[in-house]
């Protein structure tokens, strides 16, 4: 472990983001405490994809960050479609003939990007494929796998953030909902969606403290790997798919180590969230039968109606809500951050939430553990640096990823056109999936280096 730095850092919320930012931390010699609002650490949802950035991002936080990753992540089963990131399918009014699309080839040596045209010689199905494939986690088995990782002294739970009070020696007072206080020289927000520190960061009333609805809500669920493949066969239940039609669209892929399938069926809704469902903005996610997800896919093909068949008959919906109608202004202020979802909660159609805030944990990380960096006024140059290198970024996963979904769903001027369709998929993909984290944090590290130096 690196020699320790005279300060400490508080890290408010405990999902992924949280810990792979305090692993990342701790390893680096920077004093971390945890602060989680719930009695202990958890994460909803179920499966969640990961592209070559997020791996990447892995690697660099900690070589056991990447290690708990490989011991929870299910590939597509079948060999020949290691590097297959999808099989788009045109889900809608048949059994679901494959859309005509150009592959995708993504060089992984040097993280090029390259678009030959190529064709399965024996059933022209074409696909979509990325530098890694399809490389699929259960969110709960994956943040199990990082727990044991922080000491537990570093770690404590039902601390709902209340406030934020800076003292007199220049440190931060964190005051929690059950009346307990903490002291930390600097805090980082990794509270997800419904962010507090985002909010006391901005306040109450700017639009970013609260997230929008995008009108689309989607119905999860996963399957038993054996009854999938009865109702789609082998090759659909064992490797990832995208079934796109007007208004909606339903993705596969195994997690579990092919045990299960997850399945995720979103549609686009005209209400917004309370009218639809009488939950507040505060509830994501709502109660509801397998037979109302069936109806919202009426008309799509016989595999996207089978395997709606196979969920549980009482489901939950979930709304998807984002920042891109509100972003923040900015992602630090003195000695306050967010990083994550907090900072550029998206919505999930690029499939690259998870692994955005994994990203901006290894960037983070490494500049806070750089040798310049020495004190709390340090610090918040770090924090400085970050929000204005890494916005950008953030900002445009949200507004790329609301756009992706409206091209699943046939709601662009491309209409059902694929062939139109996968040019700009591919670009996006490359854009968010295929970058070299390691150059990011080394551009991130000059630009900081060169303030410090300035400052002084």
Request: aromatic share 8%; glycine share 8%; hydrophobic share 35%.
């Amino acid at each position: 472990m690196a020699t320790r730095k005279p300060f400490e850092i508080a890290i408010v919320g405990g999902g992924i983001t949280g810990l792979t930012l305090a692993i990342a931390l701790h390893h680096r010699g920077i004093k971390i405490q945890i602060y989680e609002a719930a009695k202990a650490f958890g994460e909803i949802g179920a499966g969640v994809s990961f592209n070559a950035n997020a791996v990447g991002s892995m690697k660099i936080c900690h070589d056991e960050v990447y290690d708990a990753f490989l011991k929870v992540r299910t590939r597509n089963l079948w060999p020949s479609k290691e590097k297959v990131w999808f099989d788009y399918h045109d889900a809608f009014g048949d059994e679901g003939d494959e859309l005509e699309a150009s592959k995708v080839v993504y060089v992984s040596s040097r993280l090029k990007y390259s678009s030959p045209f190529e064709q399965s010689a024996d059933d022209g199905l074409q696909t979509i494929y990325s530098s890694i494939g399809q490389n699929g986690v259960h969110r709960a088995r994956y943040l199990e796998s990082l727990i044991h990782l922080v000491p537990d002294e570093l770690c404590h739970f039902n601390k709902r953030l209340k406030d934020i009070v800076q003292t007199d020696a220049g440190r931060s007072t964190l005051h929690f909902a059950d009346g307990s206080t903490a002291e930390a020289d600097a805090i980082i927000g990794c509270d997800g969606i419904k962010s507090n520190v985002r909010r006391l960061l901005h306040g109450d009333d700017h639009p970013c403290a609260q997230p929008t609805f995008t009108h689309k809500i989607a119905y999860r669920g996963v399957v038993p790997m054996e009854q999938a493949i009865k109702a789609v066969g082998e090759e659909r239940a064992s490797n990832a798919c995208m079934h796109l039609g007007p208004g909606g669209h339903m993705l596969t892929f195994p997690v579990n180590h092919g045990q299960t399938l997850n399945i995720v069926a979103f549609t686009t809704k005209d209400e917004d969230w309370t009218t639809l469902t009488g939950q507040s903005s505060d509830k994501l996610t709502a109660p509801t039968k397998r037979e109302k997800a069936i109806k919202d896919f009426a008309g799509f093909s016989g595999d996207v109606q089978r395997l709606l068949r196979l969920t549980a008959e009482d489901l939950d919906i979930w709304a998807i809500f984002h920042l891109g109608d509100n972003p923040p202004p900015s992602y630090a202020k003195g000695n306050i951050a967010i990083l994550g979802d907090a900072a550029h909660a998206t919505s999930p159609h690029h499939g690259a939430g998870a692994g955005m805030c994994i990203e901006d944990s290894a960037v983070m990380a490494e500049l806070l553990a750089d040798t310049a960096v020495q004190t709390r006024e340090d610090v918040e140059v770090v924090f400085a640096t970050f929000s204005e290198l890494r916005k950008e970024r953030g900002d445009g996963l949200v507004q790329s990823s609301a756009r992706q979904g409206r091209i699943y769903e046939w709601q662009t001027e491309y209409g059902r056109d694929f062939g139109m369709q996968e040019e700009e998929i591919k670009k996006r993909n490359a854009r968010i999936g295929e970058v070299d984290v390691g150059k990011l944090v080394e551009d991130a590290r000059e630009v900081l280096r060169k303030r410090l130096a300035d400052r002084s």
